[in-house]
């Protein structure tokens, strides 16, 4: 079975810091494009942060650069997304993706809430 398992979201304060992670089964993560989006209520889906299956090449949005880090463990089958001096604006759902051109795989979020 193909899925994509986020984990790692939860309460902080903020200027915190969280750690999200991305668990694969069924595809290998080296294979794919791997993303991380996030969705707040009344908004659409957005991209922050990729990790491309070649050469590891990463990009990231305007607002999450310099703040958020998005890495691959290759052993684990896992992605990361290191996210520091977390602001409320970036309260959201982050959601796992793994993109090639013939499939897309999502997971089914994990919600980070930054708030005193």
């Known amino acids: 079975q193909v899925q994509l398992v986020e984990s790692g979201g939860g309460l902080v304060q903020p200027g915190g810091s969280l750690r999200l992670s991305c668990a694969a089964s069924?595809?290998?993560?080296?294979?794919?494009?791997m993303k991380w989006y996030r969705q707040t209520p009344g908004k659409q889906r957005e991209l922050i942060a990729v990790i491309a299956a070649i050469g590891n090449y990463t990009d990231y949005i305007g607002p999450v650069k310099g703040r958020f880090t998005i890495s691959r463990d290759n052993a684990e089958n896992t992605v990361y997304l290191q996210m520091n001096s977390l602001k409320p604006e970036d309260t959201a759902v982050y959601y796992c993706?793994?993109?090639?051109?013939?499939?897309?795989?999502w997971g089914k979020g994990t919600l980070v809430t930054v708030s005193s």
């Open positions: 069924g595809l290998r993560v080296t294979d794919y494009d």
């Open positions: 993706n793994a993109k090639t051109l013939f499939r897309e795989v």
